[in-house]
């Protein structure tokens, strides 16, 4: 089976909303710092964003 990127970019995402979870529920005992939190929430930012971006590209792609 080979790997799309969109199924690549949809693993990362939950990848990362599992880490965030994950962060939330430790609290202040959690080992991730600011700047990786902060880093898990601009790849699930950016994911939503290409995949907003995909969907409309397909229309542009049928005229």
Known sequence: MQLTGIDIMSNTMK???YKLSQHKVEGQSSNLTIF???KLMDAIKRGE????TQETSIYFSLN
């Open 36 to 38: 990786q939190v902060a």
């Open 15 to 17: 990848t990362a909303k």
């Open 49 to 52: 964003e290409s995949k907003s």
